[in-house]
């Protein structure tokens, strides 16, 4: 199974502040990856997929990068709405794996 | 407007079975791949299962051998039956459709499974 590490586990920050996700593939997964955001009672969505598109509706201020086993999520400038836990996930193979999580809180 | 609607949690005993479904409105369950992915309380998210809109299967190898997906084209459902159940089953449990080239695009809002004695 391919195992995805993300870091940090916990991350506090500022609004406007601009905050890096990083998500590590056990092996090579191309680019078959997505970042997912989630509010606590809530269900995730989806921001990004294929490491790097933006999904529809989803502010320009999130992006991703990254290819092969080492991805990025960049917030470029936090806002309030963005304090939440982030995921990232692998759709090259099966088990579809999920990171283990990253909560961005209030500093 | 896409709306998926699962029910059938509830609080069952280790050892015992049961079968979630999820409705889909606004989509067709069998238009692309399907998913169950499940978090425990204040855990992260782990991904279950996925039917292909062709029909082939996969799981995760913690359910491998007790759950099995399906999907009932004429009731535009899927659903996942859960057998011999554990305390460590014990979590939301979400159904998810798949965009194009877009994994879980689709989010129903859970239903809870609790496995307690």
């Known amino acids: 199974d391919i195992q995805m590490t993300q870091s940090p586990s916990t991350l506090s920050a500022s609004v406007g502040d601009r905050v890096t996700i990083s998500c590590r593939a056990s092996q090579s997964i191309n680019i078959e990856l997505a970042w997912y955001q989630q509010k606590p009672g809530k269900a995730p969505k989806v921001l990004i997929y294929?490491?790097?598109a933006l999904e529809s509706g989803v502010p320009s201020r999130f992006s991703g990068s990254g290819s092969g086993t080492e991805f990025t999520l960049t917030i470029s400038s936090l806002q309030p709405d963005d304090f939440a836990t982030y995921y990232c996930?692998?759709?090259?193979?099966?088990?579809?794996?999920f990171g283990q999580g990253s909560k961005v809180e209030i500093k | 407007e896409v709306q998926l609607v699962e029910s059938g949690g509830g609080l069952i005993q280790p050892g015992g079975s049961l079968r979630l479904s999820c409705a889909a409105s606004g989509l067709t369950v069998n238009g692309n791949s399907m998913n169950w992915v499940r978090q425990a309380p204040g855990k992260g998210l782990e991904w279950v299962s996925i039917i292909y809109s062709g029909g082939s299967t996969y799981y995760a190898d913690s359910v491998k051998g007790r759950f099995t997906i399906s999907r009932d084209n004429s009731k535009n459902t899927l659903h996942l039956q859960m057998n011999s159940l554990r305390a460590e089953d014990t979590a939301v449990y979400y159904c998810?459709?798949?965009?194009?080239?877009?994994?879980?695009?689709?989010w129903g809002q859970g239903t809870l499974v609790t496995v307690s004695s």
């Open positions: 998810t459709r798949d965009g194009d080239g877009v994994p879980c695009e689709y």
């Open positions: 294929k490491a790097s």
């Open positions: 996930q692998q759709h090259y193979g099966h088990p579809r794996t």
